[in-house]
T-cell receptor
Framework: RKEVEQDPGPFNVPEGATVAFNCTYSNSASQSFFWYRQDCRKEPKLLMSVYSSGNEDGRFTAQLNRASQYISLLIRDSKLSDSATYLCVVNSVSGGSNYKLTFGKGTLLTVNP | NAGVTQTPKFRVLKTGQSMTLLCAQDMNHEYMYWYRQDPGMGLRLIHYSVGEGTTAKGEVPDGYNVSRLKKQNFLLGLESAAPSQTSVYFC??????????????FGPGTRLTVT
């Protein structure tokens, strides 16, 4: 099982649609979870951290299920500006080291007018 | 506050040439990272540093060396470039934490082509 696995996509949705991204991770010792956003030919930027209780930021909702080792991101009322690649990111814990993040391959979202 | 900056933005090398990519951050972050991003592969960690004077190998360190002589700078060296090192290179930094790993701030990237 890959360390971090995401929906391969791509997703093409109309403006106003609701879209959900799913991600699974293999290391049950992982403690930090994030969704990053990467625009075409730009650097990744943090979209939101993911907390055990779930968290919401405007139109974006992130959920974490530790038992299933599963993370999700829901985007409601999608906008053209939401078009980007969404990266699921989990900290890598190995040999006592907790300094590294592992990035999923990303899921490309295109929101169409 | 410039954040994380990378030099150069673009570079074309011939096989066997050497070069150094420079990453600088002005946020007083302890941790710094070098990644490469290739189509279909996602971001892969090359080397990282948890403090001035320390470095460690990541997932794909072969063919690269790094140095962290000053806290704000993290250099990535290619001693003898190969076409397989054609990629986009991102530097990132974060503050240190005893608990949950904090977010990483990325530089704008360096697009390297090796012919």
């Amino acid at each position: 099982r890959k360390e971090v696995e995401q929906d391969p996509g791509p997703f093409n949705v109309p403006e106003g649609a609701t879209v959900a991204f799913n991600c699974t991770y293999s290391n049950s010792a992982s403690q930090s979870f994030f969704w990053y956003r990467q625009d075409c030919r730009k650097e990744p930027k943090l979209l939101m951290s993911v907390y055990s209780s779930g968290n919401e930021d405007g139109r974006f909702t992130a959920q974490l299920n530790r038992a299933s080792q599963y993370i999700s991101l829901l985007i409601r009322d999608s906008k053209l500006s939401d078009s980007a690649t969404y990266l699921c990111v989990v900290n890598s814990v190995s040999g006592g080291s907790n300094y590294k993040l592992t990035f999923g391959k990303g899921t490309l979202l295109t929101v169409n007018p | 506050n410039a954040g994380v900056t990378q030099t150069p933005k673009f570079r074309v090398l011939k096989t066997g040439q050497s070069m150094t990519l420079l990453c600088a951050q002005d946020m007083n972050h302890e941790y710094m990272y070098w990644y490469r991003q290739d189509p279909g592969m996602g971001l892969r960690l090359i080397h990282y540093s948890v403090g001035e004077g320390t470095t460690a190998k990541g997932e794909v360190p072969d063919g690269y060396n790094v140095s962290r002589l000053k806290k704000q700078n993290f250099l990535l060296g290619l001693e003898s470039a190969a076409p397989s090192q054609t990629s986009v290179y991102f530097c990132a930094s974060s503050y240190s934490s005893d608990g949950h790993l904090p977010e990483q701030y990325f530089g704008p990237g360096t697009r390297l082509t090796v012919t």
